[in-house]
């Protein structure tokens, strides 16, 4: 049954005395009440070496001691810091200074990660040694007690993937989190016999706060897996009976290019849940495996949130709900409603296409340290600028457009990144594609892709062709064949390294010289010198025609 507790605390006292299997990782298993203990002996230590309130963070992959140490966070009103530990020299450093860590809990596979930091203050403890265990030892009888946390006690730091700039740290209150978990655990029907699989990092905010505390508010089980593997996917999924998973990224497509089995659909597994998966592969992984993959949509940092329902359109995230407007990035009046063809195509993208908004009430909590950061997303009325490009039907369904760092401006005109990915996405030798910006003194931007898989010059061009909805300035102009597609911790594409590399890469690009439809290998002599001229440029566009589709519908034509 779902909790009603407040706090995070409450959620782990909650689970003392009950002695089912509640934690696995690779051999290891632990019941709910070894959970509850165990949290409570780190939570007594914790409140022996820090002040309530203190920050600590977490450098670790998905060990049992991750939950183990939020769990003890939330109980000792402490908040924790998730440490990306692909970050390296001074940005870890600056990640773990920044946060205010005075105790930064790891073990020994990434103690080389901390080698020459200057880390003044910082305590370390090490899971996997002798005096760790000493140092937890006159702690095991402690019992959890959740009385003095408050549902406004700061629990998580969580650092958002932004595209520029240093990450910033995201503030999760133990309300806001317990609430996002029985939100989720009512949403799905949770059931304490139900086992989550985290896959995903827990240094990031999806794997917490749609995974694990779901499973805590109804009692379910938590599989880990230590970093996510698309290959033990379905093995772990057989070995503990997991019934649901949260997923980023391309972390769908990299399971999908597995090897298919007779056997896929024999597991307990009923639904998965996260973002960026795309209608084409969550149909082909219902196909293959029998599972649903309901697409979501929420802010990281909680401002702003989307949920399906039972009759949203094919490629739509869901309908609009009270606040939430799409507005118009030069204007900032509202925009008009989409107009789309009978397939679904985007008519009036240029016009239709603005930054999501929320004008209601919004749970963002702010980022640790960082004003300006705020004031870009909480701006005057209390109004939440979400920073994800989407457009509205006339019934009021949204559909995803990309991020507004994803919006490119070519002659003129604004296009989506998204809508151009989902036309590409059809072309047949591409296993995974990314649609970015490069920047043109005449033009404003060019647009460049980045294309895994086979890729034969002639055929792309003739694909281009073939395309009735590619916006005559929507062809890309370059195209970068990558062997694998650059990816963060979190399985999202890494455009920002994509845009900064641009045309002047390690990988072979080829181009499409202005005036001309076919493509050819871009030489070192052609980058050196201009790609464009002012003349050439006035009739830039080459092939295709029509206009942008949705974000599901057009992987699927």
């Not at 990224?249 to 795309?278: K, N, S, W």
């Not at 559909?399 to 590409?424: K, P, S």
Request: aromatic content about 8%; hydrophobic content about 40%.
């Amino acid at each position: 049954m779902e909790s009603t507790r407040g706090t995070v605390a409450e959620l782990v006292h909650a689970r003392w005395g009950d002695h089912r299997p509640g934690l696995w990782c690779g051999e290891r298993t632990l019941t709910h009440h070894e959970v509850a203990g165990g949290a409570a002996a780190r939570a007594a230590l914790l409140t022996d070496l820090l002040p309530p309130g203190a920050h600590l963070g977490i450098l670790l992959d998905n060990t049992p001691e991750y939950p183990l140490w939020l769990s003890a966070a939330a109980l000792a009103r402490a908040a924790v810091a998730g440490i990306n530990p692909t970050r390296r020299g001074p940005e870890l450093a600056r990640d773990i200074l920044h946060t205010e860590c005075r105790l930064l809990i790891t073990d020994r596979t990434h103690l080389p990660l901390l080698d020459g930091l200057d880390l003044p203050a910082v305590r370390l403890l090490v899971t996997d040694t002798e005096e760790y265990d000493a140092l937890l030892a006159p702690y095991a009888g402690a019992r959890p007690d959740s009385s003095r946390a408050t549902p406004a006690d700061r629990l998580l730091l969580y650092f958002t993937s932004g595209s520029t700039g240093a990450p910033k740290a995201a503030i999760c209150t133990q309300g806001r989190l317990a609430a996002a978990g029985r939100t989720l655990a009512g949403q799905f029907a949770v059931r304490p016999d139900d086992v989550h699989y985290v896959c995903m990092p827990m240094f990031h905010g999806n794997a917490v706060i749609a995974d694990w505390a779901p499973a805590l508010v109804a009692g379910a089980g938590v599989a880990l897996r230590c970093r996510f593997s698309a290959s033990a996917f379905l093995t772990d999924v057989r070995r503990h009976r997991a019934t649901y998973f949260t997923y980023v990224g391309r972390a769908i497509q990299y399971v999908l290019a597995t090897e298919p089995g007779p056997d896929d659909r024999d597991h307990r597994l009923r639904l998965g849940f996260g973002t960026e998966a795309g209608a084409v592969d969550a149909a082909a992984f219902e196909r293959r495996f029998g599972v649903r993959l309901e697409e979501g949509y929420g802010s990281s940092e909680g401002g702003a949130a989307i949920r399906w329902r039972p009759g949203t359109p094919s490629g739509a995230v869901g309908p609009a709900t009270p606040g939430l407007v799409v507005l118009h990035p030069e204007t900032h009046e509202e925009c008009p409603p989409a107009v789309l063809d009978p397939a679904g195509g985007l008519l009036n993208g240029d016009e239709a296409i603005g930054e999501l908004v929320n004008r209601g009430p919004s749970p963002f909590e702010g980022y640790w340290r960082n004003p300006r950061a705020e004031s870009e997303r909480l701006r005057a009325g209390g109004e939440y600028w979400t920073g994800d490009l989407f457009y509205r039907d006339a019934d009021g369904f949204l559909y995803f457009a990309g991020r507004t760092d994803d919006r490119l401006r070519v002659d003129g005109e604004n296009l989506a990144a998204a809508m151009i990915e989902n036309i590409l996405a059809r072309y047949e030798g591409a296993e995974a594609v990314a649609v970015y910006a490069v920047p043109d003194p005449v033009t404003g931007d060019q647009v460049m892709a980045a294309l895994a898989g086979d890729f034969d010059p002639a055929d792309f061009a003739g694909f281009l062709r073939a395309q009735p909805d590619l916006g005559t300035k929507m062809a890309p102009r370059f195209v970068r064949v990558v062997r694998r597609m650059p990816v963060t911790a979190t399985n999202k594409i890494h455009r920002a390294l994509l845009r900064r590399e641009g045309v002047r890469c390690a990988d072979p690009v080829w181009w499409r010289p202005p005036g001309e439809e076919a493509y050819r290998r871009l030489t070192g002599e052609d980058a050196e010198g201009p790609l464009v001229s002012p003349r050439e440029a006035l009739s830039y566009g080459g092939v295709g025609g029509g206009a942008p589709t949705t974000r599901g519908e057009a992987a699927q034509k």
